[in-house]
């Protein structure tokens, strides 16, 4: 009898492990601050060089570990924080696998560092991909230090996934970012390469949120606090004004863990569905607080998706908590019109076929791809005034036409569109013309969109979109990776019009933008700009994206929504359809003119 079998040994046990639970220098810091804020610390620095390649370094005032527990905590599923099976139900700390610290120096050099209080000092213990190769008496105040020297030294396999020192180190700061809402009781800092991104003195939710999102964004927060059903929902959620292009500002907890899951996602966007635009995402710190049977979070080694026993009871108690606070802001009070679900009113039934619906349209956008939830496509362009929230129902209640007009075939001629009547303009979103027997129908906002496009890729071809500075240069406060992409892509931002100077920690300067977009919101736009770009990563995939920007460029600088226009801006409208290349594709590939024929009018008309 033959053996195939064999156990592996535990050093390859913890790098395969590790591989789990150690992505990238981010992924370290989260497990060594979780181990940190599970010791009790109230003070915790993290300091990185080379975006953590170089090296990583943890240091908590937290209760320490004697000599004996320090050895123990390097061996695979040793932890002080489950001792049995019953213990899995009520996990009440961030960690309990008992995996992080042997995962994460079986692939790196280690250096634990740790004295407890009552003891006159410290032990060190130095440890080589998995392997202990010194352990001694030290000198420190009571507390952990970690560090780690050369992550994935002996994993080239993994190196070669390493980003951009800047990358990483963006990476770091929003991983730091999200831990240091999640206590605000607790002072957190971050540095690296020795400069400051991030620090933060104890205080309280609110100021903490004003240092991490910004100081202009925390005094838009409104406060969430309501409980049923042993669910309790607090925190702070945005008004309509304050939103972003992606999940960025979405802190959302559960038991004090960080999570991004879905049916909580899906909670928080339902109740802002009507109040802020497609493609859009609150500011949001939410802290769902349930009795710890009710959720597993052994279901992901980082823990960052959950299960919940009540799926649809949670969804509802977040959904109707971030309802309450809308609802009674000042700018959905008194407006009775603006409640078109039943889920807005407060006096609506959620029973169980209600329930039912809600947790099916989770699941159904669980299986979306995810590119398409998170960053909807140029392609559907928003028609709401973003910015009032006024215009955004007027917008949303106006459906477009289902009109069976016939789209218009091929290019239209050269002077085509400088050739048509006016007749006027309907709804304040369409320019009507006539052309011999034909009525020439133009979407004005593809129209003003389109030549936008097209003037831009023109300025792209002779040399670099005309940039406009700012006569008073507004900061911007993004998250640590969108500062990290504004610096990555900063030579290609210049091409196209962008001036984004650092401004210290996740603030960026907008000197300059694109001049046709100049006269709107530069700060929404660059915030798009770099959502856009968050997925690149060289200066190839920024020219392949080239078109999308500018595009997302035209789309800023053109008024959305109903707009009345004068007949001669109609006429300068449609003169400059007529100087830019019509002809051209643009990337959203909406029609710009429907025509209508004089026969298909009499055919309506029974007339023939
Ligand atoms: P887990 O956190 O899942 O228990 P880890 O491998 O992260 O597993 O840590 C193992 C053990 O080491 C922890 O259970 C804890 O007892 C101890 N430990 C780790 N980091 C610290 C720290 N910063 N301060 C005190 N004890 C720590
Ligand atoms: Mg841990």
């Not at 004697?66 to 001792?83: F, G, M, N, V, Y």
Request: net charge neutral.
């Amino acid at each position: 009898m033959s053996q195939r079998i064999t156990i592996l040994p535990e050093n390859l046990t913890n790098k395969i492990a590790a591989g789990e639970v150690v992505e990238r220098p981010s992924s370290v810091i989260k497990e060594l601050v979780e181990n940190s804020l599970d010791a009790g610390a109230t003070d915790i620095s993290v300091e990185i060089v080379s975006g953590g390649r170089r090296l990583i370094r943890v240091a908590d005032n937290g209760y320490g570990m004697s000599r004996e527990d320090a050895l123990l905590s390097l061996e695979r599923h040793a932890t002080s924080k489950i001792k049995s099976d019953s213990d899995l139900d009520g996990i009440l700390t961030l960690g309990f696998r008992g995996e992080a610290l042997p995962s994460i120096a079986s692939v790196s050099r280690f250096c634990l560092a740790t004295r407890e209080a009552g003891s006159p000092e410290g032990t060190e213990i130095t440890v080589e991909g998995g392997r202990v190769r010194d352990v001694k008496a030290c000198g420190m105040a009571p507390g952990t230090v970690i560090s780690v020297e050369q992550i994935f030294f002996n994993i080239p396999a993994r190196l070669k996934f390493m980003k951009s020192s800047e990358t990483e180190a963006g990476h770091v700061g929003d991983v730091v970012a999200r831990l240091a809402v999640s206590r605000p009781e607790a002072a957190f800092s971050c540095i690296s390469d020795g400069r400051e991104m991030l620090r933060v003195q104890r205080s309280d939710l609110q100021r903490r949120l004003s240092q991490v999102v910004g100081r202009d964004a925390a005094s838009h927060l409104h406060k969430v606090d309501s409980c049923s059903e042993n669910v309790t929902v607090s925190g702070f959620v945005s008004g309509p004004t304050l939103v972003r292009s992606g999940l960025q500002a979405m802190y959302t907890y559960i038991n004090g863990r960080f999570v991004r899951d879905k049916v909580v996602q899906h909670a928080v966007m339902q109740a802002y569905r009507g109040v802020i635009d497609r493609g859009r995402y609150p500011v949001v710190a939410l802290f769902i607080q349930l009795p710890a049977g009710e959720v597993d979070v052994n279901v992901h080694p980082t823990k960052h998706e959950v299960r919940f026993r009540r799926q649809s009871v949670v969804h509802d108690a977040i959904q109707g908590a971030v309802e309450e606070v809308l609802r009674l802001s000042p700018w959905l009070a008194g407006r009775p019109q603006l409640t078109p679900s039943p889920s807005l009113s407060p006096t609506a039934p959620t029973g169980q076929a209600y329930r039912e619906r809600i947790a099916a349209a989770a699941q159904a956008s669980l299986t979306m791809p995810r590119r398409e939830q998170h960053h909807p496509q140029p392609s559907a362009p928003i028609r709401t005034v973003a910015t009032s929230s006024e215009a955004a129902l007027e917008a949303a209640t106006v459906s477009e036409p289902a009109v069976p007009f016939k789209v218009e075939q091929g290019h239209p001629a050269a002077g085509y569109f400088s050739s048509l009547t006016v007749i006027g303009q309907f709804h304040s979103e369409y320019i009507l013309c006539q052309s011999g027997a034909d009525l020439v129908i133009i979407d004005q906002h593809a129209a003003s969109e389109r030549v936008a496009y097209q003037r831009l890729k023109q300025q792209c071809l002779a040399g670099g979109i005309e940039s406009q500075r700012m006569l008073f240069p507004e900061t911007v406060e993004l998250s640590f990776s969108e500062v990290a992409v504004a610096g990555r892509f900063r030579h290609d931002l210049a091409g196209i019009g962008f001036e984004l100077e650092p401004f210290g920690g996740n603030t960026l300067m907008v000197a300059a933008v694109p001049r046709l977009a100049a006269e709107k919101d530069p700060v929404r736009l660059v915030r798009d700009i770099l959502a856009d770009l968050a997925g690149l990563g060289t200066s190839a995939a920024f020219q392949d994206a080239l078109d999308e920007l500018l595009s997302r460029i035209a789309c800023h600088s053109v008024v959305r929504g109903v707009h009345a226009l004068e007949i001669r801006q109609m006429r300068e409208l449609l003169h400059s359809m007529d100087e830019t290349d019509f002809a051209a594709s643009c990337p959203h590939g909406r029609p710009v003119s429907h025509v209508v024929t004089l026969a298909e009018l009499e055919k309506i008309f029974k007339r023939t």
